[in-house]
């Protein structure tokens, strides 16, 4: 995994985009707690690898943060 973009809110990390769901890598959930989003925010851009394809994947958590985001 490598990082495109540094994260877009301060002390939280990106994921790895592999451990990340279907619906986490597409921002229908949060790539953090994998809550349904309703009300989001960026955290950033990774590079997701899957077989030969390279895709960059802009990742989305809930708005407020939820409590994984603020115990990082």
Known sequence: MTAVT??????IE???PDTL?????QGWHCAL???RLFADQRLGTVEWTCGSTT???ELWVCRPLCT???GA
Request: hydrophobic share 40%.
């Open 68 to 70: 994984e985001a603020a």
């Open 14 to 16: 990106l994921p790895n």
């Open 55 to 57: 895709e960059v994947v």
């Open 33 to 35: 707690c994998g809550a």
């Open 21 to 25: 769901t279907g619906p986490q890598l």
């Open 6 to 11: 540094p994260p877009a809110l301060p002390g």
